[in-house]
């Protein structure tokens, strides 16, 4: 079942790649295991999946500690983070996707032992249920961050709205790309900014018709019949 379901996003990505003229390789598929449990990750791990993302601190050390033997996962954290969990996850994880704030930022200089690879969030649709900043915001909280040495700024991360057509998802994602390519453009050694974090189950293809570089799919890898 699970090898089918990658079967079918691996093929899907193929042919949104190929409708730009892109090369499958630079879209990295992360899964999202958040709905299942280590045993159903493993399965993806065995078929060759290298990126796994939770959405929860806990739920990701556990994960972690029951596929420790394989040392060749990057773990990935893609909700929303507390300040107080910080000290307890950032030196287990390869890629924060959540970055939203300057304190939560000044927290990861102080907790991290390493540069951590973040994701900057990005709130484009404006609803009020989302994490994030607005684009306005994004410029000067980019130049907040020049100090902090262990927060590695490798891209931009958003999230479309669930009920949005085809055509607004889009101009949502194609926002996101020019605002990562502005970032970009500054040559900042601790912003190079290169990367996409967009797109999930109902929506990846949109993204990586629009650029994205990482894909976070649950649902579509672990659904059944
Ligand atoms: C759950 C989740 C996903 C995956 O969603 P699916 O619709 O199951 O593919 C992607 N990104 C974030 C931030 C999530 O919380």
Known sequence: MIADNLHTVKQEIQESCALVSRNPKDVTLIAVTKSVDSLTAEELVKLGITNLAENRVDKLLEKKESLSQ???ISWHLIGNLQRRKVKSIINHIDYFHALDSLRLAQ????????????FIEINISGEESKHGITPDELLSFVHELADLSNVHVVGLMTMAPYDADDESIRSIFATLKKLQEKICSLKLKYAPCTELSMGMSQDF???????????????????KG
């Open 70 to 72: 394989y040392s060749n």
């Open 107 to 118: 927290e990861i200089q102080k907790r991290a032992s390493h540069k951590v690879n973040c």
């Open 205 to 223: 293809p949109l993204a990586i018709i629009e650029g994205a570089t990482y894909i976070r799919v649950g649902t579509a890898l672990f659904k």
